[in-house]
């Protein structure tokens, strides 16, 4: 019996999207225009590789707002912050950069708006992740964490008006879920206009199911940090699929991979491309012969820089500079 892997199928969408994408070139754009150090508050995305990156560039990141000192440049990560992280920042006098994704921005708004019409919420999320914690934090009460179907039951709010929103990284199948529990306990319970899992997460799981139940083991290039590449492996797990969630090549057991002679392969929204072709070269060390992509949904969203960072892409930049020394167009490489 042959026991080496002959094929990886790619999972299509995966790996880095635009809300990350727009997170790392704010950090990357502020080392350059303002030189090191920057500082972040809480890692600017969940990803090992991006993090240390980053900071071999620059960047420092902190929990505390006491440890910038005064004058410093800030960044808010991805996941977004409290109102009370935001004033903190303000009185201290610092130039900040916020990184939210606008996805989760959306959420804060909606809490924003609705709570000023009398609205409590339940949020659906997982305790303790940062994302969560931001969202929360734009209340200083009135606003209950369900973590699954069982919490729905301890929810008691003040008064009437209800209002449920979500941790933009979670299962989709498992908010449904809760969601429904909720509706059934609050029958008028006012949910948002738009879903707020985002598209990324959703399209990413949308493809582990159609991968997983065609292969014989999937792979998901994510930190053990980052809740949406912990919810791909749950996933094809929960499909029946053998899965393992990676930092980089070097985690994979060569075991894994025994019988198994097609490997599914995706990566969390965190997880920069490389990663995944590091993971491809080992397995091709490991017997691999050919590398195969699904068809998938194509994603064209782009979401625009902070005031002050400049309009055009850190791509377009490097162009810009390497046509200005070279007196000549060039084009630059994509970060992904």
């Known amino acids: 019996m042959n026991i080496a892997p002959q094929e990886v199928v790619l999972a299509e969408p995966r790996g880095f999207c635009a809300g990350v994408d727009r997170a790392i070139e704010i950090v990357e754009r502020a080392l ?108 200083n009460e009135g606003i209950y964490l369900v973590e ?37 306990r609050f029958a008028h319970v006012r949910e948002p206009k738009k879903q707020d899992i985002c598209y990324a997460t959703q399209n990413r799981q949308d493809a582990v199911k159609v991968m997983a139940p065609a292969v014989d083991i999937v792979i998901v290039v994510g930190s053990p940090t980052s809740s949406n590449s912990n919810r791909l492996r749950e996933l094809a797990q929960r499909l029946g699929t053998p899965s393992y969630m990676i930092d980089n090549a070097e985690a994979m057991d060569p075991v894994w991979f025994e019988g198994r002679r097609r490997v599914g392969l995706t990566a969390g929204a965190s997880a920069p491309d490389l990663l995944v072709q590091q993971v491809i070269s080992r397995l091709r060390d490991l017997g691999a012969v050919s590398v195969r992509r699904m068809q998938g949904v194509e994603e064209n969203v782009h979401f625009p820089l902070p005031r002050g960072l400049g309009d055009r892409s850190m791509a377009e930049h490097a162009t810009a500079v390497s046509s200005a020394a070279a007196g000549s167009v060039a084009s630059a490489p994509s970060r992904s």
Do not use: W
């Not at 560039?57 to 935001?86: C, N, W, Y």
């Not at 916020?98 to 305790?127: N, S, W, Y």
């Open 32 to 139: 350059l225009r303002f030189g090191a150090p920057i500082y972040v508050r809480h890692e600017i995305v969940h990803n090992t590789y991006v993090v240390n990156d980053l900071k071999a560039k620059g960047a420092i990141f902190i929990e505390d707002l006491d440890d910038v000192p005064p004058g410093a440049t800030l960044v808010f990560s991805a996941h977004g912050v409290s109102q009370a992280v935001r004033a903190e920042a303000t009185r201290r006098g610092f130039q900040v950069f916020d990184a939210t994704c606008p996805l989760v921005t959306k959420v804060h708004v909606e809490v924003a708006k609705l709570a000023k019409e009398g609205f409590e919420f339940i949020m659906i999320g997982h305790k303790g992740h940062p994302e969560v914690e931001g969202t929360m934090g734009q209340l």
């Open 148 to 184: 699954d179907v069982a919490d729905v039951e301890g929810v008691e709010p003040r008064g009437d008006k209800l209002a449920v929103v979500t941790q933009t990284t979670l299962s989709v199948d498992d908010a449904a879920e809760i969601l429904a529990a909720v509706k059934r």
